[in-house]
C-alpha cells in the first residue's frame, strides 16, 4: 500500500490534476486573549485581511490569503501593514504583547478548489490524499476517517 500526501507538490505519473502551489505568510502571536471562544474575523477589500484567534491555545494569526510571486520568505513590510490595518480595524480587542512569529507556506489548490482523496485511478494501492488547500484543518480528519479503513484492508 502506498498513501501519497505530498501537499502542493504534483502525484508525478498519475493521473490526477496537478495541484496549484500557492504560497501563503501571516503572523503568529502567543498569548493573546480575544476571550473563552474561537473568532475568526475577515476584511475584503484590496487585500484581504483575516484574523483567527485561537482560544484553546491563546494564539492569534493574522494574514492575506496568499503571497505574490509564491515567495517562500516572508514580507515584513508587507506583514507589518497587515498588522497595523488589523490593530485599526479590531480595536475593540486586546493586542497581544508578544513579539510576532512570520510563518510562510506552500498549499495546495486543486481544480475549482475540490480537495481529492481516495484510491488513484488506474493505480492499484496506491492511495491519495491532494488539494486540501485551505480546508487542509478540517478536511484532514475526514480524508484520514475515510482512508483508514481502506489502507488496513487494501485500498
Known sequence: KILWATGAWPLSGLEI???MPLAG???RFTGADWGASALSLEIKGEAT???IY???TRELLIGSASAKNAQLAPDWAA???LQERAQKSWKQYPWP???PQALVGVRAKGPQMRPFWGPVPGREGVLAVQNLYK???SYAFLAAQEL???AMQGA
Open 17 to 19: 490534476t496537478a495541484p
Open 25 to 27: 505568510h501571516f503572523l
Open 49 to 51: 485581511l483575516k484574523a
Open 54 to 56: 485561537r482560544a484553546q
Open 79 to 81: 506583514l507589518m501593514q
Open 97 to 99: 504583547k508578544s513579539a
Open 135 to 137: 480546508n487542509g484543518w
Open 148 to 150: 483508514a479503513p481502506k
